[in-house]
């Protein structure tokens, strides 16, 4: 029997989510996990959130648009972000052509170039939708590949990383050398590549230096985290407990109380329809909605090499 | 006049108790009717118009109190009572707006719809 009435679910929802997209300087960052089924809306949620993404200016006492960074996948849909500019970092080396749902190119896309992570951060539009590739080739900076061979008591390190772990040196270096008052969020899709339960070797290493590192303080350095996979359990645990807000769309399975949650009815997301979801936060959660969105028109990126191979 | 507030609590005390089975617990339900009602009624000067009702779910509920712990078939004739003073509350609530049942749930789409661009600083 649910002691809890409906109304109390959504106020705190809403009281939640609010939150969740609207970041002050005394609360700073937020970082959030979603996990939905595939085909549950998650990348409209994802979308959506991008869209709406606030910080408060202190000088000029209103709400801001936030810059949103938006890890690119080969199909996605950040050109459905309303409200917000966008536009697309690229490696040097790679050459990307981005087709609409018909095949067509689309053209009229702002591409900056970029050979590290500063570049992205000296082109970073603010207040738009950052949307990068991450490079085909990727050869860790070798600053960074020293800080986590000392921090992870390593001797030998890969000369060529998997792509994957250029975000992981995007964020270092945004923590380091973003302005001191800019509040910026980070938006992945698919986040299982990135923090990978069970993860062997190297793989290991590097999710424990991205937790013990960046994740630790990112609230404070007022960056926001936004991590979506099917489920909570294809996640590492070691960043389950970093996440202060976790979000379930329809039968998403909910974790157990050791893992922070405090629903203690494990199939509550299976009461809810599509378009609501279920947010949890330091012990309170509430159920909210949004508008779904058509995700079936999304946006091909194809790597030239690629396509020169498959025709 | 009750107040938003006051009615959504109202709305939230008897969503709790929609669902329950046990005898205790729809007594309980009955005298959150029986102790919210009037004294919405009586704020909003109305408490004469309903007194006859009221006064006869009065006696209803004291016959359920009466008659909850006979196992010789008298609970059934309580819950009976105690279902006719749920729907006769209901009734008077509804009719003079003293409660919000449902509210509509929040959408994310509604928030922060007018923002500021910082590159126009």
């Known amino acids: ?311 | 006049m009750a107040s938003q507030p006051v009615k959504e609590m109202f709305g939230q005390l008897i969503a709790n108790y929609s669902l329950v089975s046990g005898n205790y617990e729809l007594l309980r339900e009955a005298e959150i009717y029986l102790s919210m009602i009037p004294a919405m009624l009586e704020e909003k000067g109305k408490l004469q118009e309903y007194s006859t009702i009221l006064s006869d779910l009065e006696k209803r509920y004291d016959s359920a109190v009466k008659t909850i712990d006979d196992f010789q078939g008298g609970w059934k004739v309580s819950r009976m009572q105690i279902r006719h003073i749920r729907k006769e509350a209901l009734k008077i609530a509804l009719k003079e707006n003293l409660v919000v049942l449902r509210q509509d749930m929040v959408s994310l789409n509604q928030m922060n719809r007018i923002l500021d661009d910082p590159e126009e600083d």
């Open chain 1, 1 to 311: 029997m649910p002691r809890q009435g409906n109304s109390e679910l959504i106020k705190q929802g809403a009281r939640i989510t609010k939150e969740l997209i609207t970041h002050f300087p005394k609360s700073g960052g937020e970082v959030a996990g979603l996990w939905a089924e595939q085909g549950s809306g998650k990348t409209a949620f994802l979308v959506t959130v991008a869209g709406r993404t606030a910080y408060f200016n202190e000088k000029t006492r209103r709400l801001m648009k936030e810059t949103v960074i938006w890890r690119g996948r080969p199909k996605d849909n950040w050109h459905l972000v309303e409200g917000k500019k966008f536009c697309v970092h690229i490696h040097f080396l790679d050459e990307i052509e981005f087709l609409d749902k018909n095949g067509t190119p689309i053209t009229d896309l702002q591409i900056f170039k970029y050979d590290t992570a500063e570049d992205i951060i000296k082109n970073l539009k603010r207040g738009w939708v950052n949307v990068y590739y991450e490079p085909q080739n990727y050869l860790m900076d070798e600053e960074l590949v020293e800080e986590i061979r000392k921090k992870q008591f390593i001797d030998t390190f890969p000369e060529v990383a998997d792509p994957i772990f250029f975000t992981y040196e995007l964020v270092y270096y945004i923590e380091r050398y973003k302005q001191q008052d800019e509040f910026i969020t980070f938006i992945i899709d698919e986040a299982d590549e990135l923090f990978e339960a069970n993860p062997e070797g190297i793989k290991y290493h590097l999710q424990s230096w991205f937790r013990k590192t960046c994740l630790r303080d990112l609230r404070k350095s007022k960056l926001s985290f936004i991590l979506a996979s099917h489920d909570y359990r294809e996640i590492d645990y070691r960043i389950m407990f970093k996440l202060m807000n976790k979000i379930y769309f329809p039968s998403a399975a909910i974790p157990p109380a050791r893992y922070k949650s405090a629903i203690r009815k494990k199939d509550f997301a299976m009461r809810l329809k599509m378009g609501q979801y279920l947010i949890e936060k330091k012990g309170n959660f509430g159920i909210a909605e949004y508008d779904e969105i058509n995700t079936d028109n999304s946006v091909r990126a194809v790597w030239i090499k690629q396509k020169m191979k498959y025709r």
